[in-house]
């Protein structure tokens, strides 16, 4: 990078992070703190929606994850906006009605103490968890392609997340979290811009037909990881957990000046997040197509990993892999040349040869990668931490856009991460001073200035915990979605318990606090045990009706309640 | 914790066009249609 770019990341980054501090310096009411300030409107909590639940991982693996599998992932968030539809119909009012800081504040007036702890545990368990990948995701990617140091990147990160939330907690969080949008929205469509100028006229048509645009598959497979079913059902209650359940999202939209600012604020999500994901997955395939002409297309594109090897002992093995892989893609781009032929030519046979033979040169290039990555990941253990596909990305704005423009790709890296690592910070903070602390020290409830310096503490603390967490643990699998299966793994029964409190009035807390630990285990078991047999996704209907029903169970086996309460 | 006075669950979302706010959720869950829709035809136009 060069003193340019420094110069637009350093000053992205810092300044909207000292801004926020600066504006928010004096929050001492434990609502704003908590809940934000009361004027704020639709616009800045559909964006704060939109900005908790895009983190790094969002903008950094999506495009590879489509530069390898194509926009299929898409089908994951198609029960998005039915979710959000509910949560604004049924979950919002409650919420505001009562006007709880904390989703499971409504479970201790529903039920009773032991739920409200297990809920706000399973938030506090999962979410603490998650914060430690959302600040080691684009660490680990960004030091690894600059050469950082890992440690002093998820330092600085988190840092500057932890200065301005604890300062001025959600006001700081909803304020800083419109500037980095900005910054994220016009990176991503510079970014496409510059693309889209590199591109040939038929680059869409070309990705097509090399497979990477199958959006919607409604193959009734549940092997399968990402169907329209899948899609739809699992993603629905995936996204029933997170927006209806998860204070991370319930702190964005409970706040605001009234009850329409929220619900207008998650409808402007349902409308926009399939879109804004769709671009950026298109931008994943496009750049498949941008590779695809390029005469020094990396077989491996965690280059330092692969450059390292190469002046290695085993070096003859890397560079033999070069050398097939440069015989291979000259050979897929001739190829490519003699499809286009046949498509313009207007012969529908002559192009569905050529399709074949392209098809064929395509799957012979992923096996070379496939056997490439193998022989890196054997002799760099290290290397597998990550997916090569992460570093499609950050190869692509490193080494075709122009300084500046790479600063302000990079800015939206750290913006995305700041974002959701404040979001997440704010409600881990908030749970554990509303759900724990002030459970425990009624009486302490009333004095306010107390209320906001823990609340101030206990964001702090898990602002260090999350950073130790990404120092101290590494993480395999694919990162984007190994917030995805952690969410499957325990929010179900989370939701579980949410919907038994809506609509099973019948249902009292002891029913339905053993039932969610009888469905924790299943799920856990399921997990473990069932990995092939059935797709991630699929844990939360499976989690969600097992709760409801073990729930009915237990309630059927227990002597009558006195009365229903709501 | 204060109770908040708004809370009709029909109340006027006070969006141009829109009644209700089950208007709203209909016109939500219309452009989902829409989009899966798109999506699906353009799945197919580049396959």
């Excluded at chain 1, 038994?500 to 299943?522: I, M, N, S």
Aim: aromatic residues 14%.
């Amino acid at each position: 990078m060069s003193a340019l770019d420094w110069f637009v990341l350093l000053g992205t980054m810092i300044g909207i992070a000292a801004y926020g501090t600066w504006r928010t310096r004096h929050t001492d009411s434990l609502n704003t703190y908590l809940k934000g300030n009361h004027s704020t409107k639709w616009g800045t909590i559909g964006i704060s929606v939109m900005a908790t639940q895009a983190s790094t991982i969002t903008y950094l693996s999506l495009p590879g994850q489509a530069y390898e599998n194509g926009i299929a992932f898409i089908q994951n968030y198609f029960g998005l906006p039915l979710a959000l539809i509910l949560v604004c119909a049924v979950f919002l009012p409650i919420y505001r009605k009562l006007g709880v800081y904390t989703a499971y504040e409504y479970l201790g007036q529903r039920f009773d103490q032991k739920t409200r702890l297990l809920g706000a545990g399973l938030f506090l368990l999962q979410r603490g968890i998650q914060a430690g990948i959302t600040i080691y995701a684009p660490a680990i990617i960004l030091s690894t392609a600059f050469g950082w140091r890992l440690d002093l990147t998820i330092v600085f990160t988190g840092l500057l997340a932890i200065v301005y939330t604890v300062t001025g907690g959600s006001a700081a969080v909803n304020l800083t979290q419109k500037w980095q949008m900005g910054v994220i929205f016009g990176g991503m469509i510079t970014a496409f811009v510059i693309l889209l100028s590199k591109l040939p006229d038929n680059a869409t048509h070309l990705a097509g037909v090399m497979g990477k645009l199958q959006a919607v598959d409604y193959t009734p497979d549940p092997k399968l990881r990402y169907t329209f079913w899948s899609g739809l059902l699992g993603g629905f209650f995936l996204s029933l957990s997170y927006f209806g359940t998860d204070q991370t999202q319930v702190q964005r939209y409970i706040g605001g000046a009234a009850l329409r600012e929220g619900r207008l604020g998650l409808m402007f999500n349902a409308l926009f997040k399939i879109p804004m994901q769709f671009f950026i997955v298109l931008l994943g395939a496009l750049l498949f197509v941008f590779y695809q002409f390029q005469p020094d297309t990396p077989l491996v594109f965690n280059q330092s990993a692969w450059q390292r090897q190469l002046s290695g002992p085993a070096g003859a093995e890397f560079r033999a892999l070069e050398e097939r892989h440069t015989v291979l893609h000259a050979a897929k781009q001739e190829k490519i040349r003699a499809w286009t032929v046949a498509e313009q030519s207007g012969d529908p046979a002559a192009e569905a040869a050529a399709r074949v033979e392209l098809a064929a040169a395509q799957k012979a290039s992923d096996a070379l990668r496939k056997q490439a990555r193998d022989t890196l990941y054997a002799a760099a253990p290290e290397a597998k931490k990550t997916r090569d596909s992460d570093y499609v990305f950050i190869t692509f704005i490193l080494t075709q856009l122009p300084h500046g423009v790479i600063g302000l790709l990079v800015a939206v890296m750290f913006a995305s991460a700041l974002s959701s690592k404040a979001g997440e910070l704010n409600a881990l903070g908030t749970t554990s001073t509303i759900d724990l602390w002030r459970a425990f020290r009624p009486l302490a409830a009333h004095d306010e200035a107390r209320n906001v310096r823990n609340a101030k503490w206990f964001t702090a603390f898990w602002g260090v915990f999350a950073i130790g967490f990404a120092l101290y643990v590494s993480f395999a699998e694919n990162l984007i979605e190994a917030l995805n299966i952690i969410a499957s793994v325990f929010y179900p029964p989370l939701l579980g318990v949410f919907l038994v409190a809506f609509f099973l009035r019948k249902v009292g807390g002891t029913a339905v606090f053993w039932a969610a630990v009888a469905t924790q285990l299943l799920l856990l078991g399921l997990f473990y045990f069932g990995k092939d047999t059935v797709a991630y996704l699929w844990l939360n209907p499976i989690g969600c009706a097992a709760c409801v029903g073990f729930a009915l169970l237990i309630q059927s086996l227990l002597p009558a309640r006195p009365s229903a309460a709501t | 914790m204060k109770p908040a006075p708004e809370n009709d669950p029909d109340d006027s979302p006070g969006v141009p066009g829109f009644r209700t706010w089950r208007g709203v959720y209909l016109f939500a869950f219309g452009c989902f249609l829409l989009v899966v829709i798109a999506l699906t035809l353009f799945a197919r136009f580049y396959a």
